[in-house]
């Protein structure tokens, strides 16, 4: 197989590069893309080191898969380029995820959608990855109706930039430095911003809205209500979400940490998870499992699952080789 990423020295394209080697993809080739300004970079692979190049013509010829972590606007420039070379272009933009030709996969939830693709998948945004990881092994035993959830965001889904935004804000207070924010809308360091994406004109942001419309779209839902409150918290990495999702049935609880256990992709943790303890691994992790008290046929839960992973590199390699598997 021959694989190319473009986004290579981001937090998500050097992910997707780890989750290569860390799966053993048996890759006869694999090209880096980035910008300019990385032209030439050396990225470790294995026991190999790969040269980042600028995308150019006829780079992706001969390529099976292009793994995208760009910008919306550098995927929609590279996607023709990418279709028209011959190869599945997998986007973690969020630039095509609701068009009706491009399939939004997680692949434990609906991986066959992957396989009805004209050129190009999308994986969906993070924080809908992991939230709808938790509830899909309910919805299996009865159909869901609604969901309500707040998200706690770690930085790095803003990327590299998110990072050292923590860090140095952490450092800036430690030493009584006055705080001008970059990346985020306000100082994140020791507070927590509901505020993620741009606001939209019903008062929730985009962040928010695509926990309704991609949730729709990867669960077969069309009319899925959801409720979001999308928040960065100053946590580097792992995404947590505190869902209610209400379902035709009254469910047993037993029943419904049983289906969670036995879902690929999610481990029911009896002990509280954590962000700290979920980081750096590809498992969703869902605990605190209780009965609403509001809706009789609601379930509460809280979920949590390393967003540059499962959230975005992880999910996007894993279409691929579902591709791989079943075409
Ligand atoms: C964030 N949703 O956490 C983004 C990453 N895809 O900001």
């Known amino acids: ?24 993809i048996d890759c006869e080739e694999i090209r880096l893309f980035a910008s300019e300004r990385s032209h030439g970079t050396l990225i470790p692979y294995g026991n190999d080191q790969l040269m980042v190049d ?37 986007d973690n933009s969020s630039a095509f995820r609701l068009e009706k030709d491009v399939p939004l996969v997680v692949p434990e939830i609906n991986g066959e959608d992957s396989l009805h693709h004209h050129g190009t998948i999308a994986n969906p945004n993070c924080s809908t990855i992991i939230t709808y990881m938790a509830i899909a092994p309910i919805a299996r035993l009865s159909k869901l109706v609604s969901l309500t959830a707040s998200t706690y965001q770690a930085v790095s889904g803003a990327g590299m930039k998110g990072i050292a935004e923590l860090s140095t804000e952490v450092e800036d207070v430690r030493q009584g430095r006055e705080i001008t924010p970059h990346v985020f809308p306000a100082q994140i360091a020791y507070n927590c911003i509901a505020d993620i994406g741009s606001m939209t004109d019903n008062g929730y942001t985009t962040e928010e809205m695509k926990m309704l419309n991609e949730g ?10 959801v409720t979001c409150t999308c928040v960065r918290v100053p946590v580097f990495r792992s995404h947590a979400i505190s869902a209610c999702a209400v379902f035709e049935d009254r ?77």
């Not at 021959?2 to 998500?12: D, F, R, Y």
Request: proline fraction near 3%; include cysteine.
């Open 54 to 90: 600028v995308v150019k013509p006829g780079c992706f010829d001969g390529l099976d898969f292009v793994l995208g972590a760009v910008s919306n606007d550098l995927s929609k420039q590279f996607r023709p380029l990418i279709e028209k070379a011959g190869a599945v272009y997998i």
């Open 216 to 225: 729709r779209k990867i669960m077969h839902l069309p009319d899925l209500k």
């Open 251 to 327: 469910l047993d609880l037993d029943e419904v940490k049983k289906a969670i256990s036995a879902f690929d992709g999610d481990v029911y943790d009896d002990e509280v998870p954590t962000p700290l303890m979920t980081s750096n691994q590809d498992k969703v992790y869902v605990g605190r499992l209780r009965r609403d008290l509001v809706n009789d046929n609601g379930i509460a839960l809280w979920c949590c699952g390393d967003q540059i992973r499962k959230g975005a590199a992880a999910n996007a390699v894993e279409i691929m080789e579902y591709v791989c598997k079943h075409a």
């Open 1 to 24: 197989m021959k694989v190319g990423i473009v986004g290579a020295t981001g937090a998500v394209g050097r992910q997707m590069l780890d989750c290569l080697a860390e799966r053993k």
